[in-house]
Nanobody
Framework: QVQLVESGGGLVQIGDSLRLSCAVS????????MGWFRQAPGKEREFVAA????????SYADSVKGRFTISRDNAKTTVYLQMNSLDPADTAVYYC????????????????????WGQGTQVTVST
């Protein structure tokens, strides 16, 4: 079994920064990808960012490019999402996800590419 546990969400103001963490336990792989998705009330779940574990190749949604940074710590088997210049539009539940074995050079950008999901962590950005 693979378990993903997110942490780091909270209530912040416009322009603030926040770092989300996703701790991965259980079976680990070198050839996997990790992703962050978010879902606001009444909205579809949307892709935010993703990274391949081995090579560290990244992909970002246009809405967060330049503001958010995804990274991973191999030793700690943890993936991070550094969020800067936060805006109320970023308010959502943020989910961490992991693929099964994945060998493509770039990580998947759609939810159906991921097999394991965390419980989500709430991020609220106030005016």
């Amino acid at each position: 079994q693979v378990q993903l546990v997110e942490s780091g969400g909270g209530l912040v103001q416009i322009g603030d920064s926040l770092r989300l963490s996703c701790a991965v336990s259980g079976r680990t792989f070198g050839s996997v990808a990790m992703g962050w998705f978010r879902q606001a009330p009444g909205k579809e779940r949307e892709f935010v960012a993703a990274i391949t574990w081995s090579a560290g190749r990244t992909s970002y949604a246009d809405s967060v490019k330049g503001r958010f940074t995804i990274s991973r710590d191999n030793a700690k088997t943890t993936v991070y999402l550094q969020m800067n210049s936060l805006d109320p539009a970023d308010t959502a539940v943020y989910y961490c996800a992991a693929t099964k074995i994945y060998i493509m050079p770039l990580p998947p950008r759609t939810a159906d590419g991921y097999a394991y999901w965390g419980q989500g962590t709430q991020v609220t950005v106030s005016t």
